[in-house]
Every structure is written in structure tokens, then in C-alpha cells.
Nanobody
Framework: QVSLVESGGGLVQAGGSLRLSCAASGSIFSIPGMGWYRQAPGQQRELVAG???????NYADSVKGRFTISRDNAKNTVYLQMNSLKPEDTAVYYCYARAVVDYLRLYWGQGTQVTVSS
């Protein structure tokens, strides 16, 4: 089993920055992919950013140029640096990991609230 623990959410004014962290633990063989989704009230969950174990990244168009995803493979941790935050970035942010324990499956964190005030 894999546990994902997120931290770093909170309340920030528009134009501010936050850094989210997500650490994976458990009997992990490998983690080919990690990243972040978000879900705003009344909205579907959407991909924010993802990163492979090799460092390849992808971003939602709405966050390109403002958010940066990175990971520390030695610590099984993924980060999301969020700059120039906008009120429309307000959502619950969920960490995910595509991890191999005995087989590849998708794991989710519990979610962390990010609120951007105007």
C-alpha cells in the first residue's frame, strides 16, 4: 500500500505564491508518474501538472508559465510551486502517484485546500 501526504495549502492573496508538497511512503518499487489535480466547487477534477520519474513534465494551459512541478525521486516527493496565483486557482489540490508496489496502480492524497482571495 502507498500513502500520500500533502502539505502547503492555505490562503493567499491574488498575485501571491504557495508551494505544495506531497510525499509518498510505503512498500514502493517505483513511481513512474506523480502530479497534481484540482477540483473547484461544482467543477470536475482537472489535471494541473504531472511529472515522470525522468523529469518530463506536462501542464494545464491555465497554469503554464505560473506553476512549476518538480520531484525528488530519492524522497518520493513531488512539489508544485505556484506563482502569480489567481482567484480562479482556488480549489482542493490532490496529489496523485502512479506507483508500482506489486503492480502499477493509481494512488491519491487526501487533498489540500488552496484559496486565493482577490
Amino acid at each position: 500500500q502507498v500513502s500520500l501526504v500533502e502539505s502547503g495549502g492555505g490562503l493567499v492573496q491574488a498575485g501571491g505564491s504557495l508551494r505544495l508538497s506531497c510525499a509518498a511512503s510505503g512498500s514502493i518499487f517505483s513511481i513512474p508518474g506523480m502530479g497534481w489535480y484540482r477540483q473547484a466547487p461544482g467543477q470536475q477534477r482537472e489535471l494541473v501538472a504531472g511529472i515522470s520519474s525522468g523529469g518530463s513534465t506536462n501542464y494545464a494551459d491555465s497554469v503554464k508559465g505560473r506553476f512549476t512541478i518538480s520531484r525528488d525521486n530519492a524522497k518520493n516527493t513531488v512539489y508544485l510551486q505556484m506563482n502569480s496565483l489567481k482567484p480562479e486557482d482556488t480549489a482542493v489540490y490532490y496529489c496523485y502517484a502512479r506507483a508500482v508496489v506489486d503492480y502499477l496502480r493509481l494512488y491519491w492524497g487526501q487533498g489540500t485546500q488552496v484559496t486565493v482571495s482577490s
